[in-house]
């Protein structure tokens, strides 16, 4: 065990605070998660500190089995987890806050109704806080919902946000301390992040948490780094530069016949190395998924029978060989090879990892004149240390990781150091406990104006404050740039202690207003300010429909008949798929699209009116890009867009409805 002091040095390095939550420095310095528990994968077994938990793969968080009708809460099995994995295996749980009961929920019906936002918000709030409540001082850190951006929510993004607020205050009263996480995103999806800050998402997570999954024999490490790049960049952008991310899903699956289990625990080893070197984006941890094979997708550290699979043993191999150190920096071994170079605060020790970068091995050359003071395999089987010759350690990379450690006084010239992103202290006390919401018009992801005519707009008020509110909440409509407002308007406003108030603002956009602008939406209640919301709005000539491709408002409006076609990240691509959009009235249409093809290859999108004759609208050969088109007389009650291409790729679809132009 590393002295106290040394575990403060470290934990002030990565940019952790030691004081809160009362855990241990050296748990608060471990990055190493697995998702679910399972006997040995804790402290004296493969080493596993953190363990993402709950959304019904275990109990603790599971809504539906905790609460199984309403009021009636059944502890035991969550209690009986707790005591056979979280107290005996050392592991720290991080539990998923969901998913909706039968009861709950706001469509009852059918298999995804666990997957629909609940009916009623403060459900969900006095399940969070009860369940916070019950375990305060023993979980630290609560997840709200699992990839709220694909199919495990079957709610917009406006809802999701309004989910991710309610369980946070929730988790502040039952639990004052304790952290929110941010629910781990399907990969980076930067678009509906952008949203979920738009309408307010930042002041209630602590944690952000992203799933960026790859395939393949192969580990991308340019792909891997410009996502988490550009998930801080988005962060960043909406004021959030210092939060912790964690990777919280991240696995290959030997059910894939192309993966062995040999592959398996390669990629494992070179994603988390890859991973814990980027301290300069504010990686914290990582999660294997999963524990086992349960049911055969082959993601485990265990197989079916609960044979340790190789994967295991490089995950014990990394814990047992880089704990306790961080990442000092990169090491230039050339194009071919990866390398990186793992420390403790007083540089006392160095332990470089080196992996060829293909699945062929190649050579590599060190500046260094001392024999390395041990090697080890990726099980962490120690091996002989090559002795350098002429001032040169001469190694062979091979595509499985392996260890070395090296003199640190002679690696510093070797190292090419990483500056840690120092992570903001998280202070959940300083949470709203009353808030607001604004929401687009049903069938959008953003709201929308139209030029001259009064529009109206939904808002709402949530007080879990203690008290009564009561004021005024203005809406506006500014510039991009926020200079100027071009419209505005104030209704009164009065909501009860742990009640919700809904508003309805009418605005209407002056002529001459942006095709881009600005809703912002402030209250003065009681003697407070809330925090303003600034959402992105569309203003036309006309009503506007406006959906993200995979999400819900696309799956479950928009998308029509069966699609030869595959998602990612606010992103459908594949060979073939259809929209049917509806038509308000009899006039033009005017039609914006995010569309391109993979490595800009052919891509087109035809249009008809009744499904069955196509007319040509956009065609192109380029990556994805904005593309316009304009459709006019639309009279029949919808019509038909066809995506058609080689791995074509939609991202977001916006329509604007106007007057025939005579």
């Known amino acids: 065990m590393l002295a106290a002091t040394v575990v403060e040095s470290l934990a002030l390095a990565l940019g952790w605070t030691v004081a809160q939550p009362p855990l241990s420095p050296e748990v608060l310095a471990s990055p190493f998660g697995i998702v679910c528990p399972w006997p040995g994968v804790g402290k004296n077994g493969m080493g596993a500190v953190w363990c993402r938990c709950g959304a019904g793969a275990t109990e603790l968080g599971n809504w539906p089995g905790l609460e199984p009708l309403p009021g009636v809460f059944r502890w035991a099995s969550a209690e009986a987890e707790w005591d056979s994995y979280y107290a005996r295996e050392s592991l720290v749980p991080t539990p998923i806050l969901g998913y909706t009961p039968r009861w709950a929920s706001r469509s009852p019906e059918g298999d995804q109704a666990k997957s629909r936002p609940p009916a009623d918000l403060w459900d969900y709030y006095r399940f969070c806080r009860a369940v916070a409540e019950r375990f305060a001082g023993r979980v630290w850190y609560w997840e709200v919902w699992n990839e709220p951006n694909v199919g495990f929510f079957e709610g917009t993004i406006a809802e999701y946000t309004d989910l991710l607020k309610t369980a946070a205050v929730a988790v502040a009263a039952g639990s004052p301390g304790a952290y929110v996480v941010f629910g781990g995103m399907a990969g980076v999806d930067e678009s509906f992040l952008k949203r979920c800050y738009a309408y307010g998402a930042g002041d209630y997570f602590d944690v952000m948490a992203a799933h960026p999954y790859q395939w393949g024999k192969n580990f991308d490490d340019g792909w891997f780094c410009d996502k988490l790049e550009r998930l801080r960049e988005t962060m960043g952008a909406c004021g959030d530069e210092n939060k912790p991310i964690w990777l919280n899903e991240l696995g290959w699956s030997t059910g894939d016949r192309s993966i062995t289990e040999d592959d398996q625990a390669r990629l494992l080893a070179q994603a988390y190395a890859t991973g814990l070197s980027r301290r300069d984006l504010g990686i914290e941890r990582l999660f294997w ?10 993601y485990g550290l265990y197989a079916e029978d609960s044979r340790r699979k190789p994967a ?46 293909s699945l062929e091995p190649c050579d590599v050359d060190l500046s260094l004149t001392v024999k390395p003071a041990g ?8 091996v002989a240390p090559p002795t350098p010759v002429g001032g040169k350690l001469h190694l062979q990379a091979t595509p499985a990781p392996q260890f070395l450690e090296v003199d640190p006084v002679e690696a510093r010239a070797l190292v090419r150091e990483v500056r840690p992103l120092l992570a903001a202290t998280p202070d959940p006390g300083r949470r709203p406990r009353a808030w607001m919401s604004l929401y687009p018009q049903p069938g959008c992801s953003l709201p929308w104006l139209r030029r001259g005519e009064r529009v109206l707009l939904r808002a709402r008020v ?4 203690g008290r009564a509110l009561t004021g005024k909440l203005e809406l506006s409509l500014a510039n991009p740039s926020g200079s100027g407002r071009l419209a505005h308007t104030t209704v009164p406003v009065s909501c009860m ?23 912002r939406l402030e209250a003065q209640l ?15 000539d006309g009503p506007c429909i406006n959906f993200l491709a995979n999400s819900h408002l696309e799956r479950s409006w928009y998308l029509h008949g ?17 929209y049917r959009l509806p038509v308000p009235h009899t006039g033009d249409a005017a039609i914006r699209m995010q569309v391109g093809a993979h490595q800009a290859g052919p891509w087109s999108v035809v249009w008809s009116r009744d499904g069955k004759s196509w007319q040509p609208m956009m065609e192109g050969r380029s990556e994805l890009g904005w593309h316009e088109a304009h459709i006019v007389d639309l009279k029949e009650p919808s ?16 329509v604007t409805y106007l007057p025939t132009k005579k």
């Open 462 to 465: 949530f007080n879990a404050s």
């Open 497 to 519: 202690p742990g009640s919700d108030t809904v508003l309805r603002l009418s605005l209407v956009a002056p002529q001459g207003a942006p095709d881009w602008a600005v809703l």
């Open 375 to 382: 090697a080890w395999d990726i099980t962490g089987r120690p």
């Open 639 to 654: 019509f038909y867009l066809r995506c058609k291409g080689v791995d074509q790729q939609v991202r977001e679809v916006i």
């Open 562 to 578: 069966e699609a030869r076609s595959s998602c990612s990240e606010s992103m459908r691509f594949g060979s073939e798929w259809m």
């Open 312 to 357: 295991w043993h490089a995950y014990r191999a990394m814990v047992k060989l880089l704990g306790g150190l961080v990442c000092w920096g990169r090491v230039d071994v050339g194009k071919k090879a990866r390398s990186y170079a793992f420390t403790d605060p007083e540089r006392r020790r160095c332990m470089l990892i080196l992996w060829s970068a």
């Open 289 to 298: 998924f999963c524990v086992k094979d349960w049911g055969g997708p082959g």
């Open 526 to 540: 009681s003697g407070a300010s809330l925090r303003p919301l600034e959402v992105p709005v569309l203003v036309g």
